[in-house]
């Protein structure tokens, strides 16, 4: 660009009511190599300039109409036309004059009678100027718009590599933290039938003494009526039943975390998004319970029949974390700002739905709450690496813009944001199957 406007003639135009002036200064601009445009009057350089762009102004003051003055205040109001340097012809003398003309925006003033070569001098002085005031505005944008794409790849290189390092260690947390308890789970599971079935054997053996000794000891009819032994006879399997459900429950914590933190960084597998989703939700269980001082929050699914996916599941899983707790972080705000009498009738909701495009060939899975929402100067900002509401050490500023990178980099998806403050919110993510 620069190359080509040393190559282009510079166009100069001349506003002077004196045809005599417009002549000579044109004959001595055109001997430059320069193109001489000539005006009359404020009025028709102005019109001219909008649609010439000349590349400097020399202007008179006096002229009918308006003058010089008056013509450069509006020249330099308008944004099309306020960077083009202007020169004043003038035949005042006064230093009032001048310095008026100076302040308004002219860069230099030629006062008449002029001598060709001044003005000759000038117009080469103030031209070399412009030209390297354009070169250096040029410069400084193409040096700001590097400094601003190494800058966002900078970020883009930090936050994947702070991915990366919390998967792996999150996969190196959970592997270790399943082998630990599946091998007590197994041990429990396989002791918990066996159990079971003693205290089956030696509950027909009492009942079975019962029918056959009617007449016991008083001592053992005393010792039956302190441990209550009808009442245990009940209870018992009862206790068993809970400790199989517990043992379930254990299970089904060990497959969520191995679910949620599959070590899958290298390749992509094939995935069925429900099951991560229900994996979080399992994770973040205990959070999603009555806290006191915030009810229950209720998560509603709908999910439609999806296909399998190709991705990365367990960096897809920490997405459907970051989300979901966020969203359990927005209602505890919520009711850590309302009235009793708000609390006790607030609904706290979750609801997450699916659906599955196949002419698209995609998937979108939508989580709404209807807790606080966000306004939107917030709601602009989400997805920048390090823009976070939250105090100082309850959160980074960092899980959304990680989901952003992993939702639209990784997985050449979408993720969007729509939130009323007061409301709710609700972000839609969408990716190829």
Known sequence: MIAESLLKPMHILLVDDNPNNLKVLSEAIQGCGWKALMATDGESAIEQIEYAHPDLILLDIMMPGLDGFETCRRLKANAVTKNIPIIFMTALSDATDKVKGLEIGAVDYITKPFQQEEVIARLKLHLKISHLTRTLEQRVQERTAELTQSLQQLQQTQLQLIQSEKMSTLGQLVAGIGHEINNPIGFISGNCSHIEEYVNDLLRL??????????????????????????????????????????????????????????????????????GIDSTLMLLKHRLKD????????????????????????????????????????????????????????????AITTSADRQQKTVTICIEDNALGMPPEVQARIFEPSFTTKPVGKGTGLG???????????????INCSSISGQGTKFIITLPI
């Open 206 to 275: 009492v009942n079975l003494q019962q029918q056959k000794l009617p007449h016991s000891d008083p001592e053992i009819e005393e010792f039956v009526e302190e441990i209550d032994l009808e009442y245990m006879a009940e209870d018992l399997p009862k206790l068993l039943l809970s400790m199989h459900q517990g043992i379930g429950r254990l299970k089904d914590i060990s497959l969520s975390l191995r679910t949620f933190a599959r070590s899958d960084i290298s390749s992509k597998v094939e995935f069925q998004v429900h099951e």
């Open 291 to 350: 806290q006191g001082d915030r009810p229950k929050i209720e998560v509603v699914t709908q999910y439609s029949e999806l296909p399998s996916i190709t991705c990365y599941p367990g960096q897809l899983n920490q997405v459907f974390m970051n989300i979901i707790a966020n969203a359990i972080d927005a209602f505890d705000d919520l009711h850590q700002n309302r009235s009793n009498r708000e609390i006790t009738t607030w609904d706290n909701t979750i």
């Open 400 to 414: 959304l813009a990680i989901s952003y990178q992993i939702i639209v980099d990784k997985h050449n998806g979408q």
